[in-house]
């Protein structure tokens, strides 16, 4: 993994009206408004979540960021200006020797329809492939979750597999869908400048 950036600084990418930055454990109160929400969660792993849990979470968010070279980047999604959180997005490198990182999104309910998901996503993949070297970026999503499917055709990714019940997630079997993108196809989509 070879990065364009200094990994060591606190990543903060802004992406038009949003900012992705690292979260903090002042965080985690307005993480939780969307973590507390059935809607949101709902096709997350896991359920409903106290203020309580949203510390820890940011807390183990800190603790994994630590390791270097830096694989999980698990960032605040803000409105540009105000630094609003209104929800997260990240990439984690679950395979460096293949250059090979997962990435996802979740953004308030309030929020939704908006194309904060899709600028924030399109950013981390940015960041990926420049910053981070990457050579494949996918998303794991539940089958039924329509608007996140939408968010990674509008990134150009690829349909790759569609895994079915391969997950029990609160007590049912659930299909995944992945979608992929590859470094080549991400930069022959990029506007020439």
Not at 9 to 14: E, G, H, M
Not at 20 to 29: G, Q, T
Not at 165 to 183: C, H, P, R, Y
């Amino acid at each position: 993994m070879t990065a364009a950036v200094d990994l060591d600084a606190p990543v903060r990418l802004v992406a038009g009206d949003i900012v992705l930055r690292e979260l903090c454990e002042l965080d985690a109160e307005a993480l939780n408004r969307h973590e507390r929400d059935p809607a949101v969660v709902r096709y997350q792993l896991h359920a409903e979540r106290t203020i309580e849990e949203s510390r820890d979470y940011i807390l183990r968010v800190l603790e994994g960021s630590r390791p270097r070279p830096r694989q999980l980047f698990d960032l605040a999604v803000c409105i540009a200006g105000n630094d609003e959180l209104i929800g997260r997005a990240g990439i984690n490198v679950t395979n460096p020797a293949q250059r090979e990182a997962v990435l996802w999104y979740v953004i308030e309910g309030r929020f939704w329809g908006m194309g904060y998901a899709t600028r924030a996503a399109r950013r981390l993949l940015t960041f990926g492939f420049e910053a981070l070297g990457l050579h494949r970026i996918y998303a794991d999503i539940d089958a039924r979750n329509r608007s996140s499917l939408r968010v990674a055709e509008k990134l150009g990714m690829r349909r790759e597999a569609h895994f079915r019940q391969n997950m029990w997630v609160k007590g049912e079997w659930t299909d995944s869908i992945i979608f992929a993108i590859l470094e080549d196809d991400w930069r022959a989509a990029q506007p020439l400048i």
